[in-house]
């Protein structure tokens, strides 16, 4: 088992930057590829980004990629989300998320996750 919280969120002007991040409990979180998913009201959960369980690569949905950055520390156990140059479209509970094995973009393939936590970007 792993546990996952995640803290950072907040209410942010347009431009503004927030860093989230992901504190996993449980099982060696190091084997696992953790990523970041997002869910507007009334929307589906998508995929925003994802990073292999050593931390050497990432991959980002194409409307963050320049703004936002994933990154892991394994010996503490995190996983981090900055992003920058926030946009309101970006209001949306993010959540963090677990898994064994490689890639994978669709939140039905993640094993673990965490209870999301509130980013409201105002215009």
């Known amino acids: 088992q792993v546990q996952l919280v995640e803290s950072g969120g907040g209410l942010v002007q347009a431009g503004g930057s927030l860093r989230l991040s992901c504190a996993a409990s449980?099982?060696?979180?190091?084997?696992?590829?953790a990523g970041w998913f997002r869910q507007a009201s009334g929307k589906e959960r998508e995929f925003v980004a994802t990073i292999s369980a050593s931390g050497g690569i990432t991959y980002y949905v194409d409307s963050v990629k320049g703004r936002f950055t994933i990154s892991r520390d394994n010996a503490k156990n995190t996983v981090h989300l900055e992003m920058n140059s926030l946009k309101p479209e970006d209001t949306a509970a993010y959540y963090c998320?677990?898994?064994?094995?490689?890639?994978?973009?669709?939140?039905?393939?993640?094993?673990?996750w965490g209870q999301g936590t509130q980013v409201t970007v105002s215009s």
């Open positions: 998320a677990a898994r064994s094995g490689g890639f994978r973009y669709t939140s039905s393939e993640y094993d673990y």
């Open positions: 449980g099982r060696t979180f190091s084997t696992y590829t």
